[in-house]
Structures are given as C-alpha cells and as structure tokens.
Nanobody, 123 residues
C-alpha cells in the first residue's frame, strides 16, 4: 500500500495562509485519486478536497479559499489554504484511493490515509 506523509501544518493567524503537502511513497498515476480530510477537536472526520485526473471537488466550507493540486512527477499533492478561519483548526489527513466523489460514500472513495498534520488558526 502506498504510504502517505503529510507536512506543512502549524500555527497561523486568522486570515493567513498555509500550504500542506502530502508525499506518496511511490509513483501514483493521475487516475489515482488523492485528497484531504480533517478532524477538529470534538468533531467528526470531514471531507475537505480531492483531485483525480483534472477533476477536483471541495467541501462547501472551503470553496473559494482552499485549492488542491498535485505534482505527479513528485508524487505529491498539495492543499493551499487561504483566508484561514479559527474553525479551520483541525488535524488534516492526506488520503488516496480509486475515486474522488461524494457518491462514493463518506470517504469519497478514499481508503488509504496518512497520519495527519495539525493546523491551528488563532483568532
């Protein structure tokens, strides 16, 4: 199974930006979906964004603020987060799988997970 390692989390003030990275341990085709989920303290795990081929999907709560992208040559997917809010505070998990879509269940077709990176947004 492909190993996923996240980086780029940290502490940022509200309104600031961060870029998360997720490196896969081996080459992944652009047909292999990759994405991000998050879990805030006391809350359930939730979908953030995913990408497969040139198609992307975002949670309503991050549309217009977050951008997912991938560099297949580097086996890496990124999540650029702008205009961060305190409610974006969470552990962010990289995910991968065969699909990217809400019709594929609560995990959007993802079944492989990284260990997570903490993002804290201060007010």
């Amino acid at each position: 199974q492909v190993q996923l390692v996240e980086s780029g989390g940290g502490l940022v003030q509200a309104g600031g930006s961060l870029r998360l990275s997720c490196a896969a341990s081996e080459h992944t085709s652009s047909t292999y979906a990759m994405g991000w989920f998050r879990q805030a303290p006391g809350k359930e795990h939730e979908f953030v964004a995913c990408i497969r081929l040139s198609s992307t999907d975002y949670a309503d709560s991050v549309k217009g603020r977050f951008t997912i992208s991938r560099d297949n040559a580097k086996n890496t997917v990124y999540l650029r987060m702008n205009s961060l809010k305190p409610e974006d505070t969470a552990v962010y998990y990289c995910a991968a799988g065969s699909g990217c879509g809400s019709g594929l269940g609560s995990n959007y077709g993802m079944d492989n997970w990284g260990k997570g990176t903490l993002v804290t947004v201060s007010s």
